[in-house]
Every structure is written in structure tokens, then in C-alpha cells.
């Protein structure tokens, strides 16, 4: 055993992988609400937010709400009843429908398609965007073409061609929903993300590009759909001198106080995404040299660089396994692997992170349906796939890791990340 990388001395500082860069106005509207005693779920940074957040995703409409996962559940909601027409109470709006949904993605992506009772079949990621693969979903079609719901997700702000996406869903009738949580501000062709879906979900979630500290939003070009979900989001109240009540609804609006930190966040969405894109370029240029390549950037696309992630070739691996809660390695000269480089960003009180962990590797996914381009499968575990079937996502989860992204990191910062992941490869 041999260590590496042992005098780098540690951050006084924490590293975070991203953290809220704040900026003044924030706390303007935060004390223009309680000036106006607006303390409540309603009042003008709602509705300003509310503008804002449209225009900037090229929408028409936004519905503000506490987060992106509920943002996300009216979205699926609003999805399901439009196919499948309203649910009994008790039934969830996609009883028992499969759902062809991104595989290496957060959770909340599609935590709400099994609230609202559905299936997730998860379609596999392409190596050359790592987002949702098309190919893919075209298999997924063919396997079931009588799916009508599709839940895709841009990841780390990267986006893939969610305009492929969109024209074969469009092809076999069925409805896409972008979760563009991670993606504000990008664009592909010059449209923004988050206006590709037929309903689109952003978050400000305290790590993301800009923040509320949390909140989200509903997108849609379709007033109907956003005044139901206005509806919905407030207890779903019919316009009556009472309570009166024709259909379950939800607490999920946004504070007004939340939405007078985004509405400070919004002007400095561009600078944030300037200081990512120069953490990702920076990042690039060290590594030259090195086994690895930095997360792709797709032709036509302008990610927001929200998080700088890489990965490492194949044959610079060094021997890594993972069960589902712990991680070995045996150390290598010449070679590295995430769970080293991650001990190492670590080890000078900097914050890295795995891959986000594909859904089908998922203890709770495990017999759920997995379609990639040669096949589909179930995958019980991280070891076996169906015969044939070759799994980028596993892939791209077992070499790569999320590197430290925060604005505030100086490039002197920077270039001790780099040294340290530099000296995992000696
Ligand atoms: C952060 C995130 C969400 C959830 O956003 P919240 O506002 O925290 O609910 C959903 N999907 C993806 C891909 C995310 O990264």
C-alpha cells in the first residue's frame, strides 16, 4: 500500500460541490415581503417570480411551487389525467401504467410517476451526452408501444438531444415531461431547456445554478394547465364563498419570502453560469494529459456547466467494487478510480460525488423493466445484466464521479483539486 498525494495541505475552507452564491438583492425582497407583511404563501415576489421564471424558460407560464418534486408531481398528474381522465379517489392518475423514464438521474425525477401509482421502466443513458439515449426509447416503443408517458431528465445541466426526445415521443402519441431541475438556462438550438416538455419542471433547491434555498416551478404554454395546477397546489378550492371541494388537492405553493430569493437570484443566472463554465474549462485544461475526459458538451447545445463531472478510461482503472452501501479499491500506480479520487478531493476538505446512481441499480428498481440499445433486462444487481445487453449507465457510474463546482472557488482553489486527482494517477 502506498498513499498518494500526502502533503497537500486541507481547505481551511470547505470546497462544496455547489453551494448558494448570494448577491444582495436576495435579502432586498426577502424584507420587501415582510415589509409588506406579504408572510404568506401569495404576494408580489410570487407573482414576479412567476413572470421572471416564464420568460427566462421561453414559456409562457410558470405555477410557483415549494420544490421541484412537486412541481414534478403536478406534472405527472396533470400528464396522467389528460391520457388516462381522472382517477377514482384512491387511485393514483397512472394506476398500473408503464413509464419510460430516465435511468442515471436523481430520484425526484421519478419519485412522482410512483406516487401517482405508476410503473418506471427505465431507458438506458447514451455515452455520448449521458443523458436519456434515444435509441433506446425507440426499442422501449417497439417493446411497448402502448406507453404514453416519458419522463426525461437533463443531467448536471449537460443537455442531451431532448429535441430527438421530443419528436419520438411526438412519433407515438405520448406526452414528454422535462425534468430541467438541473438545467436552467441551458439551451439546445438555441431553446431553452425546460421549454422542450409538454409540462417542465425547474428547481431552486439550495445546490442548484440559482436558489430560493428551495422552490421550483411548473412550465407550460397552456393556461389551462397552469391554472389547474395553480389550483391543485392550493388545496384544489373551487371558486365558491366556501371550501368547496371537487378534487384532492395539495399544499405546494411557494412562500413568499422563498420567491423573494429567487427573484434576487434570477439577474445573476448568467454570471453563475459564466463561473461554471470557466470551473469546467478550467478543469479540462489540468486534466490535459490524464486518463480522463470531462462530462460531454453536445453539438448545438450551451449547458449551464452546473456541475463539472468527469471520467475515467477504461484501462486507467484501477480494481473499484461497490455493494449497495460501501465502496473497496485497490490502489494502483499509473491508474485511479472515483472512490480514490473522491477519498483524495476529501481528504483537503473539498466535496466530490459519485455519479448519481442509475435507477435500475436501485435496491427498490431492481425488478423493474431496463431498456437499453442491444436489449432490455431486469438488473437485480450491480453485477448482472441480462445477457447481450450492454449498460452505459452502470458504465458511466462505475467510472465517473461529480467534481467540486461551487462559483466561489478560487482557480488557486481549483488547481489544488487538480493536483490532488493529478497525483491519484502517479
Ligand atoms: C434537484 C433535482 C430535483 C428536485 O428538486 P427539488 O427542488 O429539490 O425538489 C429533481 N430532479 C433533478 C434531476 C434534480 O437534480
Same mark, same amino acid.
Given at each position: 500500500m502506498f498513499i498518494k498525494n500526502k502533503d497537500i495541505k486541507p481547505f481551511e475552507k470547505k470546497v462544496w460541490l455547489a453551494s448558494p452564491t448570494m448577491h444582495g438583492d436576495e435579502l432586498k425582497w426577502m424584507t420587501d415581503a415582510f415589509e409588506k407583511n406579504w408572510m404568506t404563501t401569495a404576494g408580489d415576489n410570487v407573482n414576479e417570480l412567476e413572470k421572471i421564471a416564464a420568460e427566462s424558460a421561453q414559456m409562457k407560464y410558470a405555477v410557483a411551487l415549494c420544490n421541484c418534486t412537486a412541481a414534478? *408531481?403536478? #406534472?405527472?398528474?396533470?400528464?396522467?389525467?389528460?391520457?388516462?381522465?381522472?382517477?377514482?379517489?384512491?387511485?393514483?392518475?397512472?394506476?398500473?401504467? +408503464?413509464? /419510460? #423514464?430516465?435511468?442515471?438521474? /436523481?430520484?425526484?425525477?421519478?419519485?412522482?410517476?410512483?406516487?401517482?401509482? @405508476? !410503473?418506471?421502466?427505465?431507458?438506458?443513458?447514451?455515452?455520448?451526452?449521458?443523458?436519456?439515449?434515444?435509441?433506446?426509447?425507440?426499442?422501449? /416503443?417497439?417493446?411497448?408501444?402502448?406507453?404514453?408517458?416519458v419522463v426525461c431528465a437533463e443531467l448536471y445541466g449537460f443537455p442531451g438531444r431532448i429535441d430527438i426526445i421530443k419528436s419520438i415521443c411526438e412519433k407515438h402519441g405520448a406526452l414528454l415531461i422535462e425534468d430541467a431541475a438541473e438545467a436552467m438556462g441551458a439551451t439546445l &438550438?438555441?431553446?431553452?431547456? @425546460?421549454? /422542450?416538455?409538454?409540462?417542465?419542471?425547474?428547481?431552486?433547491?439550495?445546490?442548484? !445554478?440559482?436558489?430560493?434555498?428551495?422552490?421550483?416551478?411548473?412550465?407550460?404554454?397552456?393556461?389551462?394547465?397552469?391554472?389547474?395546477? +395553480?389550483?391543485?397546489?392550493?388545496q384544489a378550492r373551487e371558486a365558491a364563498a366556501w371550501y368547496q371541494h371537487e378534487e384532492v388537492g395539495y399544499n405546494y405553493r411557494i412562500s413568499n419570502v422563498v420567491a423573494g430569493v429567487v427573484r434576487g437570484q434570477y439577474p445573476y443566472l448568467s454570471e453563475h453560469i459564466a463561473q461554471k463554465k470557466a470551473i469546467y474549462e478550467r478543469y479540462k485544461e489540468g486534466f490535459k494529459g490524464l486518463p480522463l475526459t470531462m462530462n460531454p458538451i453536445v453539438d448545438g447545445t450551451v449547458? &449551464?456547466?452546473?456541475?463539472?463531472?468527469? !471520467?475515467? =478510461?477504461?484501462?486507467?482503472?484501477?480494481?473499484?467494487? +461497490? =455493494?449497495?452501501?460501501?465502496?473497496?479499491?485497490?490502489?494502483? *500506480?499509473?491508474?485511479?478510480?472515483?472512490?480514490?479520487?473522491?477519498?483524495?478531493?476529501?481528504?483537503? &476538505?473539498?466535496?466530490?460525488?459519485?455519479?448519481?446512481?442509475?435507477?435500475h441499480m436501485q435496491p427498490m428498481y431492481r425488478m423493474h423493466e431496463f431498456i437499453t440499445q442491444t436489449g432490455s433486462g431486469r438488473a437485480k444487481t450491480n453485477a448482472y445484466i441480462k445477457g447481450g445487453v450492454e449498460d452505459i449507465g452502470a458504465d458511466i457510474f462505475d467510472r465517473g464521479l461529480c467534481l467540486p463546482s461551487d462559483n466561489k472557488m478560487t482557480p488557486e482553489i481549483q488547481d489544488k483539486v487538480i493536483e490532488i486527482i493529478r497525483g491519484c494517477f502517479e
Open positions: 414534478l *408531481h403536478l #406534472c405527472v398528474k396533470l400528464a396522467g389525467e389528460k391520457l388516462y381522465g381522472k382517477p377514482m379517489i384512491g387511485h393514483g392518475a397512472l394506476e398500473g401504467k +408503464r413509464v /419510460f #423514464c430516465s435511468d442515471m438521474t /436523481f430520484d425526484a425525477t421519478l419519485n412522482p410517476v410512483v406516487y401517482e401509482g @405508476g !410503473i418506471p421502466v427505465f431507458i438506458d443513458t447514451e455515452a455520448s451526452s449521458w443523458n436519456m439515449d434515444s435509441v433506446a426509447l425507440e426499442k422501449a /416503443f417497439e417493446l411497448y408501444p402502448d406507453v404514453k408517458l &438550438n438555441g431553446k431553452q431547456c @425546460g421549454s /422542450f416538455g409538454d409540462y417542465s419542471a425547474v428547481s431552486y433547491n439550495g445546490n442548484k !445554478i440559482i436558489t430560493g434555498s428551495s422552490g421550483g416551478c411548473l412550465l407550460t404554454n397552456d393556461i389551462e394547465v397552469a391554472n389547474k395546477a +395553480r389550483k391543485w397546489s392550493t449547458p &449551464n456547466y452546473w456541475l463539472s463531472a468527469c !471520467i475515467i =478510461d477504461k484501462d486507467a482503472m484501477c480494481k473499484q467494487v +461497490r =455493494d449497495d452501501k460501501t465502496a473497496l479499491y485497490i490502489p494502483e *500506480h499509473g491508474k485511479s478510480c472515483p472512490t480514490e479520487i473522491l477519498e483524495a478531493i476529501s481528504s483537503i &476538505n473539498a466535496e466530490g460525488r459519485p455519479i448519481w446512481k442509475p435507477m
